[in-house]
């Protein structure tokens, strides 16, 4: 998906033959015939995309006004940067931002290095029906939806009787409910994240170690490399690129953490630990009905994740790795 | 690799590496699946199992009571029918959207194709965020309809940007040949192109499915009336508080509190599973497509 984006800009670079000579461009209504049909088959996109996509970009100008359904967008109050100064300087603030922070923390950390592991001992498997029995069986999770793994989670920490519930506090000798429990509610959290995901995303990396000359390992044998030095100069490097695009865009996610799962693993024993931009939003916006004051807090966290997304692909680029722009 | 290079792979070292990393990717796909497993199996157990027994694969007592309990509940069989009318027609809407916007755009000498290019990829790194759309879903009329499950997600922009990559790369020269037999767009994209292009449509078409079904976060923010709700809204409803049946159940008979969470979590999911062999067929190869340069 990613190199799909840097796909985008490399179109025009002459590596497709183009079927006629460009049209002139200024030749406006000569253009509105020629192509009618093309623009014919674009309208309903093109109109999904403005009513859906670019019109709730208008209507977040609403962050900066006391947005009042009855007087519409344009007719209510503008109030400037009220809203976010009121969010930053709330107590809720840095709390939020923490939680959203630590959360990203342990998926960048351990999540992430875990999908590596995970591509690299499928990639070492000779076997190749070992191989696709065990891919088979780590993409599943992924197509769970996450109401089904927050009850799979509920059911296996069922106070009680879950299974999960009596073999940790057996081996812990204690008696605690996981569910409620604030301190459980990040190892949770990445638990249920690793489960549904890790599989899933080592199908990136090993399409790109599919990509990789066989003879470079040979040469590597031929040369005396181990096992161990073969993955260290041969695999990584192989996937290195596709290493740094993902924590390209996993850093410009930082501050999404997926509305359904933690929204559905809260609750009001656990808020202090769960809440999160996206969370805040939903409880500040929908539920009571503050909408200026959650646009924008949806909007500096947009504002934010673009702002880190470029950032991180200049970075990327300035050490010499291909970026995704 | 030829059987030479084989042999000096095959040392001893190389062999117990190979048996622990076996052992270890089976116990990963083990556990991949053994929660599944644990509430099929609880699914079909009696409430009295499930409450004593931690832990167990075949129940000592098989009972459908717990399905047939949630089947004979108004509310789930209603969810349950609504659910599946919805990922059906919104998958071919959000599929057909996606496909017909894919392909002028695969056509490089369009008008003003570099620019809604760029405002798809925007699209991907930016977005008004839940408020903004909520208020114009609000707006359109869309709450409380089922409209609103479908169209503010029809079309993906990843999905959108790959089937386009996969469209432009097909060969050009029965396009060609069609044009010239003087066939417009409209039938070349449904005569030519869409047969071609059957694998990549079939698997963004099960993403799409997949994707209705599982949704959650917008019956959420958009139905309002209890009445309307969605299966995973009513397996929410179940399992974090089990009052499914308290007042819709004929029976005289309690209902297995904790044996409708497992039935109703197994229907949940079991479609998925139905769709994951078609999905497993194509998706590694249409994910690729689209990434893969050249």
């Given amino acids: ?325 | 690799m030829d059987r030479r290079t084989y042999q000096r792979f095959n040392t001893r070292a190389g062999r117990v590496f190979d048996g622990v990393n076996a052992v270890v990717l089976i116990a990963i796909g083990v556990v991949a699946l053994l929660p599944f497993l644990y509430v099929l199996a609880g699914s079909f157990a009696t409430e009295l199992e499930i409450t004593t027994r931690p832990f167990f694969l075949w129940p000592s007592e098989i009972t459908t009571a717990s399905y047939e309990s949630i089947l004979s509940s108004r509310v789930f069989v209603r969810a349950f029918v609504t659910t599946v009318i919805v990922t059906g027609v919104g998958t071919v809407i959000q599929l057909a959207l996606t496909a017909l916007m894919a392909y002028p755009l695969s056509k490089i000498d369009l008008p003003g194709r570099r620019t809604m290019m760029s405002l798809i990829v925007f699209c991907m790194v930016f977005s008004a965020g839940m408020i903004p759309t909520f208020l114009i879903v609000k707006e359109l009329g869309l709450l409380n309809s089922y409209w609103a499950l479908i169209l503010p997600m029809a079309i993906n922009p990843f999905s959108l940007i790959i089937i386009k990559n996969f469209f432009q790369e097909l060969p050009k020269e029965l396009e060609e040949s069609a044009r010239i037999d003087g066939a417009n767009e409209l039938r070349i994209l449904r005569s030519i192109v869409a047969p071609l292009s059957k694998p990549v449509l079939a698997t963004f078409g099960l993403f799409y499915a997949v994707g209705l079904w599982n949704d959650y976060m917008s019956p959420l923010l958009y139905l309002g009336d209890q009445d309307k709700w969605t299966l995973q809204m009513i397996l929410r409803q179940v399992t974090a508080s089990a009052t499914l049946t308290a007042d819709d159940m004929n029976s005289d008979v309690p209902p297995p509190a904790q044996g409708i969470k497992f039935a109703v979590v197994m229907v949940a999911t079991i479609p998925v599973l139905l769709a994951y062999p078609f999905l497993q067929k194509h998706f590694a190869k249409g994910m690729l497509i689209g990434s893969v340069k050249g």
């Avoid at chain 1, 990613?2 to 000569?30: C, F, K, Q, Y």
């Avoid at chain 1, 019109?55 to 940067?81: C, D, H, K, T």
């Fill in chain 1, 1 to 325: 998906m990613t190199t799909a984006t840097a796909d985008v800009e490399s179109i025009d670079d002459g590596t497709l033959v183009r079927r006629e000579p460009p049209p002139n461009r200024r030749n406006l209504l000569g253009n509105l015939v020629r192509y009618r049909w093309l623009f014919l088959l674009l309208l309903p996109g093109v109109l999904y995309f403005a009513l859906f996509r670019f019109w709730p970009m208008y209507g977040a100008q609403i962050a900066f006004r006391n947005y009042i359904p009855f007087l519409g967008i344009e007719g209510s109050e503008w109030v400037g940067w009220e809203h976010f100064e009121s969010f930053f300087s709330n107590p809720d603030f840095p709390r939020i931002l923490g939680n959203t922070l630590i959360l990203a923390a342990l998926g960048l950390f351990i999540a992430f290095p875990l999908t590596i592991v995970l591509a690299l001992l499928l990639n070492e498997v000779r076997l190749q029906i070992l191989k696709r029995t065990v891919q088979t069986l780590v993409y599943i999770p992924h197509f769970l939806s996450w109401t089904v793994v927050v009850s799979l989670t509920g059911l296996l920490f069922a106070v009680g009787n879950g299974p999960l519930w009596t073999f940790i506090n057996d081996a812990l000798g204690s008696n605690t409910n996981f569910l409620a429990d604030p301190d459980w509610f990040r190892p949770l959290i990445l638990l249920q994240s690793v489960w549904k995901n890790t599989g899933w995303g080592t199908i990136i990396f090993l399409a790109a170690l599919a990509g990789v000359d066989q003879e470079q390992y040979e040469a590597a044998i031929i040369d005396g490399a181990g096992r161990w030095q073969r993955v260290w100069h041969v695999t990584l490097p192989a996937i290195r690129s596709t290493i740094v695009v993902l924590l390209i865009l996993q850093t410009g996610n930082v501050l999404d953490t997926g509305f359904e799962q933690i929204y559905l693993m809260s609750n009001a024993l656990n808020r202090s630990v769960a809440d999160v931009f996206d969370t805040y939003v939903y409880f500040t916006g929908i539920q009571q009905g503050a909408y200026s004051y959650s646009t924008a807090v949806g909007l500096a966290k947009a504002i934010v994740g673009l702002i880190l997304i470029f950032g991180t692909n200049a970075l990327a680029k300035r050490l010499k790795q291909p970026g995704i722009f």
